[in-house]
């Protein structure tokens, strides 16, 4: 596979995620959606969540083959400084740092914007998820007990928790996607700034 392009995703992008995601739906136990999205749903979202959260896209050879994105935790105002996370990859971009190369760019973004807190949740088992996510940073702290059905059984979900950055002694809101300034959006889609040189 050659060099990977990182970028922010667009509603255009809408065709090629929906065919990354619908497996995932459809086949597994990954995704509690029970029915696929189609693109103008996914469309939708990007345009809806992309407002305040980052939703990145990796391509090969323009191709898309990967996404992540951040979105709300819960909707009561207090929680505002903490997100969910996901990605999700075509199938051949797997196990070649693509992930994880989205997720460092994704929390590099959040970390720009004000967040303090990134959880995920991984419907279990799944074992390449929990790897990867742990190997990004996050801690175990909890699971969900047979919380849905899927599949024929009931299915428990494991929540992982990545402290962004350390909570400031007086809140500050959190700045919308679209509002960090270009130059460090192009800097950390590019690779060119770390996660720790945005944290100060």
């Known amino acids: 596979m050659r060099a990977i392009e990182y970028r922010l995703a667009t509603a255009e992008d809408a065709?090629?995620?929906?065919?990354?995601?619908?497996p995932y739906v459809s086949d597994t136990i990954i995704s509690f959606e029970t029915e696929?999205?189609?693109?103008?749903?996914?469309?939708?979202r990007i345009e809806r969540i992309g407002r305040q959260y980052?939703?990145?896209?990796a391509s090969a050879d323009g191709r898309l083959v990967g996404y992540a994105y951040a979105c709300e935790n819960r909707s009561r105002l207090a929680y505002r400084w903490s997100v969910d996370a996901a990605v999700y990859l075509d199938p051949s971009a797997q196990r070649n740092g693509i992930g994880s190369g989205l997720y460092r760019r994704l929390f590099a973004l959040l970390r720009a914007q004000g967040y303090v807190n990134a959880f995920a949740g991984i419907s279990l088992?799944?074992?390449?998820?929990?790897?990867?996510?742990?190997?990004?940073?996050?801690a175990p702290i909890g699971v969900y007990r047979n919380v849905g059905y899927k599949l024929g059984a009931w299915r428990d979900v494991g929540w992982w928790q990545l402290a962004l950055c350390e909570p400031p002694r007086r809140a500050v809101e959190p700045v919308a996607i679209g509002e960090l300034e270009a130059v460090v959006v192009d800097a950390v889609l590019a690779?060119?700034?770390?996660?720790?040189?945005?944290?100060?």
């Open 36 to 44: 696929a999205p189609d693109a103008a749903e996914i469309a939708s």
């Open 125 to 138: 088992p799944n074992a390449a998820s929990v790897a990867l996510h742990e190997a990004m940073g996050f």
């Open 54 to 57: 980052p939703w990145l896209a």
């Open 191 to 200: 690779g060119r700034a770390s996660v720790q040189s945005l944290t100060g």
């Open 15 to 22: 065709p090629a995620i929906a065919a990354i995601y619908a």
